[in-house]
């Protein structure tokens, strides 16, 4: 009966352990000391930091210090980024910016504050004397992606030590995992939009697409350490992606692929001479392919982390009114933080997919052979 007991409620325990222990338990501080501001909690969580932010406890706050790497009027700067003390301190004349336009950024600042170490007066608003271009410091996004790396690499190196080891034995572990979604990619993405005599040379980087960015889809899901980073909510991440795909589609293309960009077959000659509107039109897609492949990704897992932190809001923008009704609203908030949570666990693996049926079928397009040259092979 005991254990009975214990066995149904750890779901309830899981979902609390992760509620305490994720960024939004730091929220209940802040809307008690100060007006709660929906937007900038939002958007202070999807977007990168210096530093891991963990969870706050008795108004201090727990976090990973991230390393701060800066070339500067030609030197190396490098220092921890807990100098910054969330954004309150500045480090010999280094600070986070506090304006809407150097917010997010790190700022040298100017005059009296040249050389300055210690807590910042924002009443004063010190000078900046210009913002740190050459920024190559380890965020948290650039934390996440090497964390990332370091995972797929151990666990596609310790699966393919199997296969070397027994390659006749029944898959297991996480043998088992992996086989299906490899076959899947390989059976019903590489093969059918590549070609089957010609899907091997672009299978690998298939491969590496999808679970880099399924893993990195679902540690985002994951509130606490060291999950919670929006690493394929970044515009940056998905934009290198897509160049990549862009560079590989176009690098492969065949002459019957440039050729049917520039004269493509079946379209009348009014449009192609004297203006050439069609193979504007088709050269212009070129590059609006890989625009689609980065914008779907960063939209819809970006947009899935704002609802789901829309709703945890909910109970602190009705709390600011009448604590009464914060509680009141607080069951249906976590019963939708949870079903959105059920739903980005399906996004992340459509997205993943979606993205790499998408990839293939651009490389396939660039490949494809004429109709009549097939028929003579």
């Known amino acids: 009966m005991i254990y009975r007991k214990i066995k149904h409620s750890l779901p309830l325990l899981f979902c609390a352990f992760m509620l305490l222990f994720s960024p939004y338990s730091s929220m209940t501080a802040k809307a008690e000391e100060e007006e709660f501001n929906p937007g900038e909690y939002i958007m202070g969580h999807i977007t990168d930091e210096h530093g891991w932010h963990i969870t706050t406890f008795n108004d201090h706050h727990i976090s990973i210090p991230l390393p701060v790497i800066l ?23 280094y600070a986070l910016g ?35 271009k050459f920024d190559i ?10 964390i990332s790396i370091a995972l797929l690499c151990w666990i596609f190196l310790s699966v393919a030590k199997k296969y070397k080891d027994g390659p006749l034995k029944a898959p297991k572990g996480m043998q088992s995992l992996l086989e299906p979604l490899i076959l899947f990619i390989r059976d019903d993405v590489a093969i059918p939009s590549i070609g089957e005599d010609k899907y091997q040379k ?67 000659w009014w449009l192609k001479i004297p203006i050439p509107l069609m193979p504007m039109v088709e050269f212009i897609g070129v590059f609006t392919k890989p625009f689609v492949l980065m914008i779907r990704l960063f939209a819809n897992i970006t947009a899935g982390h ?23 609203v607080s069951p249906v908030s976590i019963f939708f933080y949870l079903f959105m949570g059920l739903l980005e666990l399906l996004v992340a693996f459509i997205q993943a997919f979606v993205f790499t049926l998408l990839s293939a079928i651009y490389i396939g397009m660039a490949i494809e052979e004429p109709h009549h040259e097939k028929l003579a092979n």
């Open 71 to 93: 070339f500067d009027n030609g030197q190396l700067v490098c220092f921890s980024s807990s100098k910054f003390h969330h954004g309150h301190q500045a480090y010999k004349g």
């Open 98 to 132: 506090f304006t809407e336009e150097t917010d997010g950024s790190i700022v040298k600042l100017g005059g009296n504050y040249a050389e300055y170490t210690g807590e910042i007066d924002f009443s004063t608003m010190p000078a900046i004397d210009h913002v740190c």
């Open 137 to 146: 410091s380890i965020t948290k996004n650039v934390c996440a992606l090497l």
């Open 202 to 268: 672009y299978f690998p980087y298939l491969l590496t697409l999808f679970f880099f960015i399924l893993v990195n889809n679902l540690m985002g899901l994951i509130p606490i350490f060291p999950g919670g980073a929006n690493l394929t909510g970044n515009i940056a991440v998905t934009a290198v992606l897509a160049i990549i795909t862009f560079f590989i589609t176009n690098i492969s293309g065949s002459k019957h692929y440039w050729k049917d960009i520039f004269n493509a077959p079946g379209v009348p």
């Open 306 to 328: 704002i609802i789901v932190l829309g709703f945890i809001g909910l109970i602190f923008i009705f709390g600011t009114m009448s604590p009464a009704i914060g509680y009141a």
